[in-house]
């Protein structure tokens, strides 16, 4: 399926599981984490620290309102501080094992794209359209993935979970983003993979709101927020 794009000057993308593979970058990080927590504390941690990340380590999937599917990382990293503790931790023993434990993935090595995306920007600018991104991961391994990919002059703005903007699902980034580029929400689409991407452009009055099927939501999870559901990014390209 490919959507329309009349009426719309800027297309605002989500990034982990809308414009790069999801699992690849992540779920070796939460078994990562797990296995360290739990050699650092001497206390089997997985079975809640994969419920507050919302993963299921058996399918090896995130789910769409877990933690990890729309939660910055500096909230991560707090929230599992208080998941060690609350599993009887004491707070400092707790600080330690998140010293030695607490790691990011690799923005680089672990980046797989979802589809072509020197084509579908460079085709969205010649046609008269800006390029955002908003994420909810940190600028600087933002900034490496796309420099990684050679994309970074093909992106117009981004705005990042420490960029000091309210994040997901808040309208904050996607108003962030117009003002920064003059372009009006109603005349701006955002695509994404996440019940939290979607209701952050339906707070911010978008012209059209994409879900997609690469990322954490479903086609039910999606369904009731988006203007159309498409099963990858590449649906922009046209047939």
């Known amino acids: 399926m490919t959507v329309q794009l009349d009426g719309i000057d800027l297309v605002i993308f989500d990034k982990d599981g809308t ?27 997985d079975d809640p620290l994969f419920a507050m990340l919302g993963y299921d380590p058996v399918a090896r999937r995130v789910t769409p309102v877990g933690g990890l599917a729309a939660t910055p990382m500096a909230r991560l990293r707090e929230q599992t501080r208080d998941l060690l ?15 030695i434990a607490w790691h990011a993935p690799d923005p680089v090595g672990l980046t797989h794209p979802l589809a072509d995306l020197d ?8 046609s008269g359209r800006r390029v955002a991104v908003a994420t909810t991961d940190d600028r600087d391994p933002t900034v490496r993935t796309f420099a990684a990919l050679g994309l970074t ?12 903007v309210a994040v997901k699902p808040a309208s904050d980034m996607v108003v962030h ?9 109603a005349r701006t689409a ?15 009055g978008t012209g059209l709101v994409v879900g997609v099927l690469t990322g ?5 999870d999606l369904q009731p927020l988006a203007d159309v559901i498409l099963g990858s990014v590449q649906g922009l390209l046209g047939p």
């Open 216 to 220: 954490v939501g479903g086609r039910d």
């Open 19 to 45: 414009l790069i593979d999801f699992g690849t970058m992540w779920s070796g990080w939460a078994e990562t984490l797990a296995e360290r927590l739990s050699g650092a504390t001497g206390r089997p941690v």
């Open 190 to 204: 955002v695509v994404g993979d996440s019940p939290a991407d979607l209701q952050m452009a339906r707070a911010a």
């Open 153 to 164: 002059d093909a992106i117009d703005a981004l705005v990042c979970a420490d960029d000091g």
């Open 85 to 99: 503790v609350a599993e009887g931790v004491p707070a400092t023993a707790a600080d330690d094992a998140l010293a």
């Open 177 to 185: 983003l117009c003002a920064a580029l003059d372009v009006p929400p």
């Open 119 to 126: 084509v579908l920007f460079a085709r969205l600018r010649t």
